[in-house]
């Protein structure tokens, strides 16, 4: 299919879902409703929900943070660790009782948990008073599910099995109004075995340059100073577009882009981190000097068991690479422990990358076995006990080298973008450095979405604490 003949097809897709959402609009018009988002999972399906938010409010649903008082809730959901399903399974029947007091509320799911047969028989089985439920590939289209549900009375089930074409132009909403996500591409095709992501999101896709580029643009002429550019493999953006190009392409015409301070982007995998790439990290002033590089095991045996490409000694290589072109770096990782085969040893070459490497952050996760990857029917699956051993004592230590990182910013300034007001302080401000790490200092609210120079004075594991530099 022709380049063209895809923005044929999606424009007129999202046209036709436009029109819906006008005429529900007037449908619902001075009724009040409201509508509940509950998102779980990565920066993915963050961005989802901010389409499916744009396109509620389009509809006239106001938001509510209250499921008790809404007219329409909606679970974006997640399946890469079981425990991210048993937290949606809990919720759900919660749900059925609200839904049993307030029998007009609309009830949809959607994300990728709702991709697995396994779950969707379950849902009819044991939770029918669920009334929508859509995949990933088809969100889009949720103005139209909703109009059949509201003319049939009757469950709509709408999981496509794979992606049709990119549907760009729909409403949509951001958390901020200083700093976005832009989706550069869906999908993986890296089928690392113990990942479900590939199974439930599809195929690799890259959106076109010059779309990113126009998003890009029009956000920043709204107020957005900070872009993040999402994908499971960022390194890997453009290589099947009919005219391929680099992610390092990409990042530099960005960076090009006037008021936009600061692009970050995640996530990054280590097999296809280029050389051109580190050169455009290193020489554009508003590329993040921050980089997510998830290594999942330090051992050469389990990373090939995991079908991630790289070695324990290729990875260490790139680090020093990229310690050396930027200086100023901040390596995040994330990491797995208890992959089926992990022996002590192996474990013991985990423990010596987090030592060498010396993480900003690392998110630490227990293996999960999830049902038609490769790894789950691996043999040689890791005790519970043991597993639970080895992830007490990596965090432990991840904690520890974490700790020291943060503690060589106390004396320094950090330019900071301030973010929200903190969580537990109503007088202090959080914010972030251009690496991604947490800055709280007492700052008048009017601070909020823009930057300013902090001197860090103290620091605590997660975060630092700052005052306003004179
Ligand atoms: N595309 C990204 C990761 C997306 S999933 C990448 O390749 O780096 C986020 C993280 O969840 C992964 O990096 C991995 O550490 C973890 N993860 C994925 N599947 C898992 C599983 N079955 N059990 C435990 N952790 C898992
Ligand atoms: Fe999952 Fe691997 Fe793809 Fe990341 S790169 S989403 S871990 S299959
Ligand atoms: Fe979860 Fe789907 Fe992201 S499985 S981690 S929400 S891509």
Redesign the pocket.
Known sequence: MSKRQVIDISTEEALRQTDIIHILAQHLKDKNLKYCISTF??Q??ARDSEKIEGMLEEMGYQKTAKESEADFIIYNT???REN?EMKIYGRLGALKNIKKKNPNLIIALC??MMQQDIVLDTLKKKYSFIDIIFGTYNIYKLPELMQTRFETKEPVIDIWDSHQDIVEDLPNTRKHAFKACVNIMYGCNNFCTYC??PY??GRERSRELDDILNEVRVLVADGVKEIMFLGQNVNSYGKTLSTPISFAKLLLEASKIEGLKRIRFMTSHPKDLSDELIEVISKCDNVSKGIHLPIQSGSSRILNAMNRKYTKESYLDLVEKLRAAVPHIEITTDLIVGFPGESDEDFLDTLDVAEKVRYAGAFTFIYSKRTGTPAASMEEQVPEEIVKNRFNKLLELTKGYIYENMKKYVGQTVEVLFEEISKNDKSVLSGRTDTGILVNVRAPEAFIGNFADVKIVDTKTHYLIGELAK
Do not use: E, K
Request: aromatic share 0%; proline share 0%.
């Open positions: 999972g990565c993915m399906n997640c399946c890469v991210a994300g990728c479900i992501v439930v999101r």
